[in-house]
């Protein structure tokens, strides 16, 4: 590394929030700049971060509780959740609607590619528990489905 790039790397680091930065090159040299700082918020940040996503998951987990009887389709990645195929288009499935095993009920993009989410169950759609554009993590219950 060209001392150049390393003056770079100082600049970056004094600008930015990060406290540290450690580069292996591929001949296996390794460089660590670091700053001083007498910040000590970060490590409560992420404290106070942590409990607001268990509280959402917690509550989006408490309707496929209460209704033993219901299936739950569930996300098989993360991403962002899509009701249609198009902002204009209409929704795959709406409240009430009955689904065949197979057919597409919602979309979930990932780094740019639209999957489409299938029912697995012949059933009636009882609830829709993402809203359009969510984003949506893997195993997150998306529809409540009441078998027929």
Known sequence: MKFKDIEKLVKILENSLVAE???????????KISKLTNNTNPPSLSVTTAPVVQETKIE??????STENLIVIKSPIVGTFYISSAPDAPPYVKVGDIVKPGQVV??????????????DVAGKIVKILAKNEDP???NQELFLVEPL
Not at 21 to 31: H, N, P, W
Not at 60 to 65: D, F, Q
Not at 106 to 119: P, T
């Open 21 to 31: 930065i450690e580069i292996t090159d591929l001949l296996g040299r390794k460089i």
């Open 60 to 65: 989006k987990e408490k309707p496929a509780e």
């Open 106 to 119: 919602c979309i979930v993009e990932a780094m740019k590619l639209m999957n489409e989410i299938e029912s």
């Open 136 to 138: 949506i993590e893997y």
